[in-house]
């Protein structure tokens, strides 16, 4: 079993949905929790990161953490074309390694 | 702001050739790491340094290696290139606890 799952995609949404991207860790001694927003041919830019469980708003974009069911997600309101990317999560067992789920790639229609 | 600087974005080399990927960092961080990324298999570990001449294995090490000589620049070095070997290549620093602070990455195709 990997240790953290994602789904692949890809997704389609209409401009202005709703969009849930969500991923799965087998470790629950995972503590940090980071998404990351990958553009076609460039490197992974951290979108939010989050410390143990709860939830974290940045304008737009809301990630949550579930340790009891070892969930993680990210939501974008108000979802824009120019948020058509691929959406990694990662998470920081301990130490200085990332794990990385294999990104969703997402599309935002207009 | 924190810069990671790959040289190349775009890299052809034929099959045996032996190839160097170079990555700097303006942020006297201690931590540097190299990725492949494929299609399906995500980020994958290939190595990591945590200082100045100090390296450490990561996941896929085989058929790479790596030089720390100076604490802003790590390189990777395929030995022998091979077809296989064609991918996407990511250096990244760490960032604190955030996480981590990626390159642009480097397109590999080894023909």
């Known amino acids: 079993q990997k240790e953290v799952e994602q789904d692949p995609g890809p997704l389609s949404v209409p401009e202005g949905a709703i969009v849930s991207l969500n991923c799965t860790y087998s470790?629950?001694?995972?503590?940090?929790f980071m998404w990351y927003r990958q553009y076609s041919r460039k490197g992974p830019e951290l979108l939010m990161y989050?410390?143990?469980?709860g939830n974290k708003e940045d304008g737009r974009f809301t990630a949550q953490v579930d340790k009891s069911s070892k969930y993680i997600s990210l939501f974008i309101r108000d979802s824009q074309p120019s948020d058509s990317a691929t959406y990694l999560c990662a998470t920081r067992p301990g130490g200085n390694k990332l794990t990385f789920g294999t990104g969703t790639q997402l599309k935002v229609e207009l | 702001d924190v810069k990671v600087t790959q040289s190349s974005r775009y890299l052809v080399k034929r099959t045996g050739e032996k190839v160097f990927l170079e990555c700097v960092q303006d942020?006297?961080?201690?931590?540097m790491f190299w990725y492949r990324q494929d299609p399906g298999l995500g980020l994958r570990l290939i190595y990591f340094?945590?200082?100045?001449?100090?390296?450490e294995k990561g996941d896929i090490p085989e058929g790479y290696s790596v030089s720390r000589e100076k604490k802003e620049r790590f390189s990777l070095i395929l030995e022998s290139a091979s077809t296989n070997q064609t991918s996407m290549y990511l250096c990244?620093?760490?960032?604190?606890?955030?996480?981590?602070?990626f390159g642009s990455g480097t397109r590999l195709t080894v023909v």
């Open positions: 470790n629950s001694a995972f503590q940090y």
């Open positions: 989050t410390y143990s469980s």
């Open positions: 990244a620093s760490i960032t604190g606890e955030s996480g981590y602070t």
């Open positions: 942020m006297d961080h201690e931590n």
């Open positions: 340094s945590y200082d100045v001449k100090m390296k």
